[in-house]
């Protein structure tokens, strides 16, 4: 049996992975591939599509479509900022998930069993020995390492928002912001990455650059074609989520989690993700977020990083378009970020808010 564990990065398409064999996974058993279940809500889903011959499109609880995060927070146990997020629930001790983890493979004989969670990506920076816990999971494998990895400044763009949409109080990324992810694994692919590949755990490592995954047609082609698991016709293809919002508002829910308690500063953000669609902004890649110094200081401090990613997987250059860190965006974030607070003052939805967070977003929109 092959164990294959997908351990991200963030914000490389790892969540509609997640989505897509959770929606498929009894097509995907059946063809001998299985996305294993930790806890009974999980085990009784699939038992449903079972008898019922077959998959089908349903809501699901976190633990249910996303179970293998559940269990990375559970490996992290009480490590400070890693405790069990609550949106997965009724979670079993660890011991107990390998316990259900095994019996599955035992009673089903996969050909492939796949583990996929970006929180494992934590796990060599907080405390390497975690990932030998997660190896424990299945015995006698044929062990596979899948990573994706996108350009660091491509990257903060789009984490940057992720860490703000949960109350997180930063600087801006154009004034120190970026600099303070420079030792976290969120810049430091190395500090991340080398402790899997050093564990003596994985045969075949797959590290991949962002943009080959995308020109494969999405991260489930790439996954399947990369760790060499033949995909079957499956009833349901990958979805694209987690797109996030326009970086002008960027700014806009910083400045709100430094003012407000965060039950207001997510309102904001609620309100923001619900008008995003509606709003005439020019393309997010036009914007630029960082300056001119600030890119040239991420560009030298990533250089030794890329030169380690380019050993580790004998690519000449591993991001080919490296040097266009360097390159400023075009439009400037001042004036899109005001122009974009206009807009939102326009819509019908924004005389709902209460007078605090109408002020906020009339002050940034220069009103």
Not at 97 to 117: D, G, W
Not at 143 to 149: G, H, I, P, R
Request: hydrophobic content about 40%; proline content about 5%.
């Amino acid at each position: 049996m092959n164990a294959i564990y997908h351990i991200g990065h963030h914000k490389v398409g790892t969540t509609a992975l997640q989505i897509f064999l959770a929606h498929n996974s009894y097509t995907l058993m059946k063809a001998g591939i299985l996305y294993p279940k930790i806890e009974a809500d999980g085990l009784i889903d699939f038992l449903s599509r079972a008898m019922r011959g077959g998959d089908e499109l349903r809501l699901m609880e976190y633990q249910v479509c996303q179970p293998h995060n559940a269990l990375a927070y559970r490996i992290l146990g009480k490590e400070p900022g890693f405790e069990m997020s609550p949106l997965y629930k009724n979670v079993p001790g660890f011991m107990q998930i390998v316990r259900n983890v095994r019996t599955q493979i035992e009673a089903l004989q996969p050909k492939h069993t796949i583990f996929c969670s970006e929180i494992f990506s934590n796990f060599g920076a907080v405390r390497p020995e975690m990932i030998d816990i997660a190896g424990t999971m299945v015995e006698e494998s044929r062990m596979k390492l899948y990573c994706v990895l996108r350009r660091p400044d491509q990257y903060l763009a789009s984490w940057h928002w992720q860490w703000l949409k949960f109350g997180r109080k930063s600087q801006a990324l154009d004034a120190g912001g970026t600099e303070d992810y420079f030792d976290t694994i969120h810049f430091d692919y190395q500090k991340m990455l080398e402790p899997w590949l050093t564990s003596n755990i994985f045969k075949y490592q797959y590290i991949r650059p962002y943009s080959d995954v995308m020109a494969q047609g999405g991260v489930v082609q790439d996954f399947f074609d990369t760790c060499e698991i033949d995909l079957p016709e499956t009833p349901f293809g990958e979805e694209r989520l987690n797109v996030g919002v326009h970086v002008a508002f960027f700014e806009v829910l910083r400045t709100a989690n430094h003012k407000f308690r965060f039950p207001k500063s997510k309102k904001l953000r609620i309100f923001i993700e619900e008008a995003n669609a509606s709003l005439d902004l020019p393309s997010k890649g036009d914007v630029e977020l960082f300056g001119k110094d600030v890119r040239r200081a991420m560009y030298d401090r990533f250089r030794p990083i890329e030169q380690y990613l380019r050993e580790v997987t004998g690519r000449a250059a591993f991001f080919e378009d490296l040097d266009n860190i360097l390159d400023t965006r075009p439009l400037d974030e001042p004036p899109v970020r005001r122009d974009a607070c206009t807009q939102l003052m326009a819509l019908p939805a924004f005389d709902a808010l209460d007078d605090k967070l109408r002020a906020h977003i009339a002050e940034h929109a220069g009103a």
